[in-house]
């Protein structure tokens, strides 16, 4: 089938603006294809928990980056899927105090960055759902949330880094009730030399759909008639027709192979200008249509037709003064303090059992402890805990008089209650005891059988650990002590009294949890 010359020309103007609107609907004007961009990224953090002290975590976070952020406009929110992997260390403590579930909040810190060297700092609110606590092993918590809407200033490359987080939970058990630990805040930090940018982005420029349409390869032929249509600011209205008649003016040219009737429907005003389109501006008018992808930013099709406007959006700018909004509302982001609790205190029972040595300087002698037993009370939330030490008899062999080969049963009682702290993994602990002399043999002979033989006083035992004691396990406590002077030893008690008292006195004792 054939079409008249300018017949043809109005259908492939008409063909023209339909792409045109059809690629503005679908967003890909000006811009090509853009997909959401997938983001992934595994950090390792160190977390302060009750108790036990650091621990590593695992977290692994996922996200769709946004693919229509456009400059002056306000961008989708970003959602960040949140997958923690909890340590089996921390898994015991949650067992030891009886939790069966956790649940909380979470608070994760990360960085925006846009361009024009713009950075906003986002709290990211993360909701931690009731997750079930296993009785051993590693388990994982999941937890999602949004970073707020921004509205960028400028086109450019964005980049979103992750930075610390903070998480407040609340372990219960079986019932449903809180646990001895209550509600605890830990604050984690990102271990170094780990990249921790998440991903990049595209911020497409204002109106960027716009600026294809208005360079057809057909117009420049028609400028010299462009000034014209300057004066055809009232046809400017008629493209808004045009998105009607693109059915109803088709089948006006079909219908009617005369050109010159043509004219008459477009020019309902004025005949006149008829001449015009015999020269072919009509088909200038035409490509206005293509114009038409100008209606993808509908708020201005006025201002479409001169670009010179089209830096406005470029002052669009102004929406710089709402990020800031933002960044006055997300201004928390999470700097690791430590560790804090809340709720009512609670105890909990721990046995451990007991072996170790202790050091008399004044004999030069090593008396071995144990194996014995201590019993604690632990307050899970405090760190605080009682606890009785029982330690049977045990022999110590040494020099009396620094010549004779001589021996003795010593039996340590524990005077009232063992009381400390147990804090990030680090002991501190007081106790007194008491230090008896059972027998004394001499060349295997006994010259002493007596139960008040002991010291005059409690001697002072400040035990500490090192740093990673782990209280679901156990670990070493050491400690410098002085023996004070004995009693009841009979006519032996000076002479004990000069070899045995002072200072300079060890012991390392090795708990092993039951």
Do not use: W
């Not at 160190?46 to 980056?65: A, E, S």
């Not at 406009?73 to 921390?90: G, Y």
């Not at 990211?124 to 051993?136: D, G, K, N």
């Not at 349409?213 to 045009?242: C, G, L």
């Amino acid at each position: 089938m054939k079409f008249p010359l300018k017949s043809k020309r109005s259908v492939q103007a008409l063909a023209a603006g339909t792409v045109a609107a059809v690629a503005a609907t679908l967003g890909i004007v000006g811009a090509g294809l853009s997909e959401a961009a997938p983001a992934s990224l595994t950090l390792k953090y160190t977390c302060p928990f009750p108790l036990i002290g650091d621990q590593t975590l695992v977290v692994k976070i996922d996200t769709v980056l946004p693919d229509d952020a456009v400059a002056g406009k306000t961008s989708t929110p970003i959602t960040f899927d949140v997958d923690v992997t909890v340590p089996a260390d921390a898994t015991a403590g949650l067992s030891l105090v009886g939790a069966t579930t956790v649940e909380g909040s979470a608070k994760a810190a990360a960085v925006l960055k846009y361009p024009v060297d713009k950075t906003l700092n986002l709290g990211l609110p993360l909701a931690i759902p009731v997750t079930p606590v296993p009785e051993s092993g590693d388990f994982h918590v999941k937890t999602s949330g949004k970073a707020p809407a921004v509205t960028f200033p400028s086109a450019g490359t964005a980049s979103v880094t992750v930075g610390n987080f903070s998480t407040t939970m609340t372990p219960k058990n079986a019932q449903g009730q809180p646990t001895d630990l209550g509600t605890f805040t830990s604050d984690c930090v990102v271990q170094p030399g780990q990249n921790q940018l998440l991903g990049t982005f595209e911020i497409k420029p204002a109106g960027g759909g716009t600026t294809t349409p208005t360079t057809p390869t057909t117009t420049p032929t028609t400028t010299t008639a462009e000034p014209t249509p300057t004066t055809e600011p009232t046809p400017t209205t008629q493209p808004t027709p045009t998105t009607e008649p693109t059915p109803t003016t088709q089948p006006t040219p079909t219908t009617e192979p005369t050109p010159t009737t043509e004219p008459t429907p477009t020019t309902q005003p004025t005949p006149t200008t008829e001449p015009t389109p015999t020269t072919k501006p009509t088909p200038t008018t035409e490509p206005t249509p293509t114009t038409q992808p100008s209606p993808t930013t509908e708020p201005t099709p006025t201002t479409q037709p001169t670009p010179t406007t089209e830096p406005t959006p470029t002052t669009e700018p102004t929406p710089t003064t709402q990020p800031t909004s933002p960044t006055t509302m997300p201004t928390t982001p999470t700097t690791p303090t430590g560790t804090t609790t809340t709720q009512p205190p609670g105890d909990t029972q721990i046995v451990y059992g007991v072996k170790g040595k202790t050091t008399i300087a004044g004999l030069n002698a090593r008396l071995p402890l144990g194996p014995g037993e201590f019993s604690a009370k632990l307050n899970a939330q405090s760190g605080k805990f009682t606890g009785q030490l029982s330690l049977p008899p045990s022999s110590v062999q040494f020099r009396f008089l620094g010549f004779f080969p001589a021996s003795a049963t010593v039996k340590i009682n524990q005077v009232g209650d063992v009381t400390g702290t147990v804090t990030a993994g680090a002991v501190k602990a007081d106790t007194k005891v008491d230090v008896k002399l059972l027998a004394v043999r001499l060349f295997g002979f006994p010259i002493l059988a007596s139960s008040s033989c002991q010291t005059a006083k409690p001697a002072d035992i400040p035990l500490v650990s090192a740093y990673g004691f782990n209280p679901l396990k156990g670990g070493k406590l050491t400690a410098e002590y002085k023996l004070p002077q004995f009693r009841g030893c009979g006519l032996l008690t000076p002479m004990i009294s000069a070899m045995v008292s002072g200072d300079g006195n060890s012991l390392e004792v090795n708990l092993t949890k039951k």
